[in-house]
């Protein structure tokens, strides 16, 4: 799939482009980063301009980014309020929600760029815990314009290696978000076993 999507970056061009980032942010399998690294290779070689391929980029990823909230506002709410009719579920909601919201304006930067694998399910939490729109759009925007500025300036400088280099970005991407996820549970699972001791 991925050498045939490759193949219509230059037909397509910018629609693909905006498309991929737009589905990739909703948490669809699309290769987004290599798309991005594809077209900003062809912009290197004069068949697309950059400025034009990072703009494309970026407005499907911030589309695709509030797609996510507005889903998980409208069906999350529901789904965490039917979670919470328990009362050791609901302590954890809580839990979930208080950490979203006192540590939102970085859980979303990093998750669009750092740990972008992430992403899509911040966005559905986000939306689903009534996280304020203007505390997620400022740094979903921030995270998202560095996502997109370095794929596809990364892209432009080594258009010769664009696949060896999405390998290697998407593995290093996969395994912080992997760590991250790691290290999150390591905490809780010490938190309750250090409750259970006291």
Request: glycine residues 12%; positive net charge; proline residues 4%.
């Amino acid at each position: 799939m991925t050498e045939w999507l490759l193949a219509l970056v230059p037909v397509w061009g910018l629609w693909l482009v905006g498309a991929t980032t737009f589905l990739s942010c909703l948490a669809l399998p699309v290769p987004a980063s290599l798309v991005m690294l594809a077209a900003g290779g062809f912009a290197a070689a004069g068949d697309l301009v950059l400025w034009q391929v990072a703009g494309a980029a970026l407005a499907g990823a911030v589309a695709g980014d509030h797609a996510g909230y507005l889903i998980g506002r409208r069906a999350g709410a529901a789904v965490l309020a039917r979670l919470a009719r328990a009362p050791a579920r609901a302590a954890a909601v809580a839990r979930a929600r208080a950490t979203l919201h006192r540590n939102a304006a970085a859980t979303v930067f990093l998750s669009r760029w750092l740990l972008s694998p992430l992403g899509p399910y911040v966005n559905l939490a986000g939306g689903a815990t009534g996280l304020p729109l203007v505390r997620f759009s400022p740094a979903e925007i921030a995270g998202e314009t560095l996502w997109v500025a370095a794929y596809t300036l990364l892209g432009y400088a080594f258009a010769d290696r664009i696949v060896a280099l999405g390998g290697l970005l998407g593995n290093a991407s996969g395994a912080l978000a992997a760590g991250a996820v790691a290290v999150l549970l390591g905490l809780r699972l010490r938190g309750a076993l250090r409750d259970r001791a006291t």
